[in-house]
Antibody, heavy 119, light 112 residues
Framework: EVQLVESGGGLVQPGGSLRLSCAAS????????MSWVRQPPGGGLEWVAT????????YYLDSVKGRFTISRDNAKSSLSLQMNSLRAEDTAIYYC????????????WGQGTMVTVSS | DIVMTQTPLSSPVTLGQPASISCRSS???????????LSWLQQRPGQPPRLLIY???NRFSGVPDRFSGSGAGTDFTLKISRVEADDVGVYYC?????????FGGGTKVEIK
């Protein structure tokens, strides 16, 4: 079965750090661009970061640049998001998403992991 | 950044009747390679988003043919020919022509 499974979410204080992981299975992970997309409680979707197959290209939302780092381990079919200097406005469900069809969109999504930044 | 504006915010629809959602971008979504990277996603309550349409009008695998996309340049439309109960949720347009990738604010489709 083709799937993405996120983990690592939780409650963290402002200024703290968290590392999210996404385990891919059922497809050749190393062939595809992968991304993180977030959704604040009751809110809409917001793109966070994207990287290409070999990690030579990475793109970030301006508000997370310098604080978040996207990375991948193709040998383990795993995507990560290191989040530092967390702010209340980073509170959201974080989805791992991929573009398997080269459609320049997201054709596969995980179930999401909740990150809450609060004192 | 490209701003994506969706209307309406909410669309109460009678079962079996059509629904239409509009999405307008603040600049053309035509990429330098000639393609237009506008897609539509559906998010059912309590679920992650799901891809419906890519590159304006191409239905993703398994998407019923009652969903169709159209448009060009800066104006795009998603139509549901006959709304079913399973279609309740929030619909988002998204552009991937340039970074940062941006989404519309979402349109909630509900049954009257």
């Amino acid at each position: 079965e083709v799937q993405l499974v996120e983990s690592g979410g939780g409650l963290v204080q402002p200024g703290g750090s968290l590392r999210l992981s996404c385990a891919a299975s059922g497809f050749t992970f190393s062939n595809y661009w992968m991304s993180w997309v977030r959704q604040p409680p009751g809110g809409g979707l917001e793109w966070v970061a994207t990287m290409n197959q070999d990690g030579s290209e990475k793109y970030y939302l301006d508000s997370v640049k310098g604080r978040f780092t996207i990375s991948r381990d193709n040998a383990k079919s795993s995507l990560s998001l290191q989040m530092n200097s967390l702010r209340a406005e980073d509170t959201a469900i974080y989805y791992c998403a991929g573009d398997r069809g080269n459609y320049w969109t997201f054709d596969i999504w995980g179930q999401g992991t909740m990150v809450t930044v609060s004192s | 950044d490209i701003v994506m504006t969706q209307t309406p915010l909410s669309s109460p629809v009678t079962l079996g009747q059509p629904a239409s959602i509009s999405c307008r971008s603040s600049q053309s979504l035509v990429h330098s390679n000639g393609n237009t990277y506008l897609s539509w996603l559906q998010q059912r309550p309590g679920q992650p988003p799901r891809l419906l349409i890519y590159e304006i009008s191409n239905r993703f695998s398994g998407v019923p043919d009652r969903f169709s996309g159209s448009g060009a340049g800066t104006d795009f439309t998603l139509k549901i020919s006959r709304v079913e109960a399973d279609d309740v949720g929030v619909y988002y347009c998204m552009q991937a022509t340039q970074f940062p990738l941006t989404f519309g604010g979402g349109t909630k489709v509900e049954i009257k």
